[in-house]
Structures are given as C-alpha cells and as structure tokens.
T-cell receptor, first 115, second 118 residues
Framework: AQSVTQLGSHVSVSEGALVLLRCNYS??????LFWYVQYPNQGLQLLLK??????LVKGINGFEAEFKKSETSFHLTKPSAHMSDAAEYFC?????????????FGSGTRLSIRP | EPEVTQTPSHQVTQMGQEVILRCVPI?????FYWYRQILGQKVEFLVS????????KSEIFDDQFSVERPDGSNFTLKIRSTKLEDSAMYFC????????????????FGDGTRLSIL
C-alpha cells in the first residue's frame, strides 16, 4: 500500500531562514504527490503537486518541492521563511491516476516561525 | 475563486444521536470526498463519490455512515448512532472540473465541520 512519511512533527525556523520539510513516499509505481497546508481553523489548501511532468515543482507562496526517485523523497522548501508561513503542512500521495482516487496523507509537520 | 463550503462549522451532538454534515462542492466538479481528522492525528480518507454512487470507501466507513447527493448542489455525510470516538474534524472535498476533462486533478477542500460528541 502506498504511504508517505513526514520526518519531524514540528519544525521551527527563524524568519528569513530556509524552510525544509521532509517527506518520503512508498510506492511501487510512479505516484502523484502533493503538499497541502492547513492554517489554524481552516481547511486544507493545495500548495503544489507532482504529476511526473517535471521533477522540480513550484507552488504557491514561494514554496517548491523536488521529486527524487532515487531517494523516494519529495521534500518541501522555501528559501526565506515568513511569519505567515506558520501552519501545519501535509505531504500526501494519490495511489492512482484516476480522478476519483483517494488521497493518503502523512501525519503532518507543524512549522513555527521565530521572529 | 470557487470554493467548497461546509455547514455547520461546529456541531455538538449527544452520543447515540444522528448527525448530518453538509457540503456544497465546487460547481462543475464530478468527484466528491469525505475525510476526517481526529484531534492530533492525520487526515483519513472516508469515502469517494461519483455519478451518484460510492466509488471507494475505507474500513472506517462502515454501516454507521452514509453519503448522499440529494440535489444538484449538496453532498451530505450522515452518521447514525454517534459515538464518542466519532468526534473529529470532517472535511469535504471535490475534484475534476467537467470542462477540464479527466485526469488526476487536485482535490479542493472545505474548511471542515468540527463534530463534538458528548
């Protein structure tokens, strides 16, 4: 069964510092991979998705993620953290190319930004 | 930008009672989903719905649960005989714009309904 593992339930960085949130996937076939963000008391918002078109995926709010098959990783990065980036981030995988496919979420990483 | 809307934002129900959570998916979307997130845990898939029938359901989605699209806009999740462990945030999502055609398209989530069972 497909799954994703997020390393680190809580990451804290200083404002202006690099953000790196780690995600490794388990899949026997090329998966569709996603990063979602959840701000307090809000729903899940799509940051970016990987669909095999390009290994480096750019998303909203300056985030990007790189698909590395050799490492089965899909880490999320942002060059310079902003206070507004504080939120819960979820890596997720879709096990099928079907539009009706469920999404399997990781356990989430809470990102805190220090002034 | 169109969005998925869920009502109510918070539902408090006595154990054993039935509850209906409501969702209005994005118009033109074809696929609908329910997920839940128990406090402090990961988001879990419950059920997907397409063409007026269930496409897939998880082992969580037992006979206690049912989904319905009673009209052209609403998508509901009914939980019968609620239990304390049903307390969670329930998210509705929709995907696949009819005009954009098939293929894996991202799911758009609502802000959720927090269900509290007393």
């Amino acid at each position: 069964a497909q799954s994703v593992t997020q390393l680190g339930s809580h990451v804290s960085v200083s404002e202006g510092a690099l953000v790196l949130l780690r995600c490794n996937y388990s899949s026997s076939v090329p998966p569709y991979l996603f990063w979602y963000v959840q701000y307090p008391n809000q729903g899940l918002q799509l940051l970016l998705k990987y669909t095999s078109a390009a290994t480096l995926v750019k998303g909203i709010n300056g985030f990007e993620a790189e698909f590395k098959k050799s490492e089965t990783s899909f880490h999320l990065t942002k060059p310079s953290a902003h206070m507004s980036d504080a939120a819960e981030y979820f890596c997720a995988v879709s096990p099928s190319y079907s539009s009706a496919s469920k999404i399997i979420f990781g356990s989430g990483t809470r990102l805190s930004i220090r002034p | 930008e169109p969005e998925v809307t869920q009502t109510p934002s918070h539902q408090v129900t006595q154990m054993g009672q039935e509850v209906i959570l409501r969702c209005v998916p994005i118009s033109n979307h074809l696929y609908f989903y329910w997920y839940r997130q128990i406090l402090g845990q990961k988001v879990e898939f419950l059920v997907s719905f397409y063409n007026n029938e269930i496409s897939e359901k998880s082992e969580i989605f037992d006979d206690q649960f049912s989904v319905e699209r009673p009209d052209g806009s609403n998508f509901t999740l009914k939980i019968r005989s609620t239990k304390l462990e049903d307390s969670a945030m329930y998210f509705c999502a929709s995907s696949a714009d009819r005009e954009l055609g098939p293929g894996n398209q991202p799911q758009h989530f609502g802000d959720g309904t927090r269900l509290s069972i007393l």
